[in-house]
């Protein structure tokens, strides 16, 4: 039997809806980096231009990340929550959950941005040709 998804502080603060979105997220994010990449080396663009990867993998990173988590940084950030249908967010109104969300947030996105780092690292030490 499912359990319910409820809101916890610093922990999970979206429901399987806005999880689908977020995953949804990371695999535009994914796509977009492949062919971005895919692009620069069959054009051979010189690897500064291969750094611009980092955008897309961050985004993929982080929709990933957000979903893994099942949580979101957005709604982290703006003491948000939700666990309805799509739009239907909730306000956190306690000042420690509100903080605990907001640490969460910030882990979430310097995890995405690590990632990307070091995706748009592997891209740019690659050798064309």
Request: hydrophobic share 50%; net charge positive.
């Amino acid at each position: 039997m499912p359990q319910e998804a409820v809101y916890q502080p610093g922990v999970c603060n979206i429901g399987p809806a806005e999880i689908r979105r977020r995953r949804q997220g990371g695999c535009i994010g994914l796509v977009v980096s492949v062919l971005y990449l895919a692009v620069a080396f069959a054009l051979g663009w010189s690897a500064p231009w291969r750094l611009l990867v980092v955008l897309p993998a961050m985004l993929g990173a982080s929709g990933f990340l957000q979903g893994a988590f099942h949580f979101c940084v957005n709604f982290g950030s703006r003491g948000l929550y939700n666990f309805g249908a799509r739009g239907t967010q909730e306000s956190v109104h306690e000042a420690e959950f509100r903080r605990k969300d907001q640490r969460t947030a910030v882990l979430i996105g310097l995890l995405s941005l690590a990632i990307a780092v070091v995706v748009a690292l592997m891209a740019f030490f690659i050798p064309v040709g």
